[in-house]
């Protein structure tokens, strides 16, 4: 597979190899010193971001390559520059292209030109290196995945879509509760549940929060409006999601050892209450700081051509 633009791009044994080489990063950090030696690596970002730029530049460096970030106005793309003219003029100068804009459409069209790997660093529809990261926290936290319930609760948005699809080819058990309307696209939750069938995992949608965090060893969320949202939905999204915030009264139906997750940035009074996030079963900064080496084991197996990938 040469480029990851979606986590359900991923076999289980992607995954598998993802997860080792994460753990690999994260107690050798610079034990591939000279993957990206006289490299560059362009980020562009067409949307705002903390983690994922800045986990991006520490991957790309620690790998012995350069991050060049730039932004909408520095390309000629502003300027009418084709997609694919501009994909083919990157990769004669980088290993590698990080993206993170609106349109999936776009990332595909930049993926099929671009001669080196194109990884998608959020789109509307899909952040798959955030869901590689989530999956290397839960490991981490509870020694494996299998036989765990992840439970999502809130807008189902890229991130709930790539964690609901990783979690469902690894083999877990996934729930998500959201408002009517707001589930993932009806073809991301057959795929999930026909991933679930095989890897012996199991995918549940429903409306209500209680019921998805029962026997949850997880609570997962995110942010109620999402960059690519209207202004205009603001307040019906607002008023829609407001029964799924995340609390102390709601983590009491999941279990007794259950943790708190959020892919940041989040609103404290809003998808989450403070006492959770800030709270001590709360593994948001653990998710955070696992962004770098799960980035650097995407670019790593991609680099080396290790990922067999779906399509
Ligand atoms: N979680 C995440 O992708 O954060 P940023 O928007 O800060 O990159
Ligand atoms: N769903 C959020 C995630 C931010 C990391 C967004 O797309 O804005």
Redo the contacts with the bound molecule.
């Keep these: 597979m040469k480029d990851l633009l979606r986590a359900a791009d991923l076999t289980g044994d992607d995954l598998t190899l993802l997860l080792r080489l994460a753990a690999g990063f994260q107690t050798a950090p610079e034990s591939a010193p000279d993957l990206l030696a006289h490299r560059i690596v362009p980020m562009y970002f067409a949307?705002p971001?903390t983690?994922?730029r800045l986990s991006t530049a520490a991957a790309v460096t620690r790998l012995g390559g350069t991050p060049v970030s730039v932004g909408p106005d520095e390309l000629q793309l502003r300027r009418g520059e084709t997609i694919p003219d501009t994909a083919r003029v990157m990769g004669s100068y980088a290993a590698a292209i990080v993206i993170r804009t609106f349109s999936d459409t776009d990332v595909a069209d930049l993926a099929a030109a671009a001669p080196v790997p194109v990884v998608n660093a959020?789109t509307?529809g899909h952040?798959p290196l955030?869901a590689v990261a989530d999956l290397l926290t839960v490991q981490e936290h509870f020694g494996h995945l299998r036989g765990h319930r992840i439970a999502y609760v809130g807008?189902g948005?890229?991130?709930?879509r790539s964690l609901m699809e990783a979690a469902a080819i690894a083999g877990m058990d996934v729930t998500l509760a959201t408002p009517p309307g707001y589930a993932p696209p009806d073809e991301a939750v057959a795929f999930a549940a026909a991933q679930a069938d095989r890897s012996g995992g199991a995918v549940t949608l429903t409306n209500e929060p209680i019921e998805a965090v029962k026997n949850a060893s997880v609570v997962y969320t995110?942010?109620w409006?999402?960059?690519?949202?209207p202004d205009d939905q603001r307040e019906g999204r607002v008023r829609a999601l407001a029964p799924y915030r995340v609390d102390e009264r709601l983590m009491g139906h999941a279990r007794d050892d259950a943790v708190f997750m959020h892919?940041?940035?989040a609103h404290r009074g809003q998808e989450v209450t403070a006492e959770v996030i800030d709270g001590e079963r709360s593994l948001v900064f653990r998710q955070a700081a696992n962004r770098l080496p799960a980035t650097q084991a995407v670019l790593s197996a991609l680099l080396t051509e290790r990922l067999e990938g779906r399509r």
């Design positions: 949307k971001s983690r994922t959020l509307d952040h955030q807008d948005g890229n991130v709930a995110d942010v409006v999402s960059m690519g949202d892919c940041l940035p």
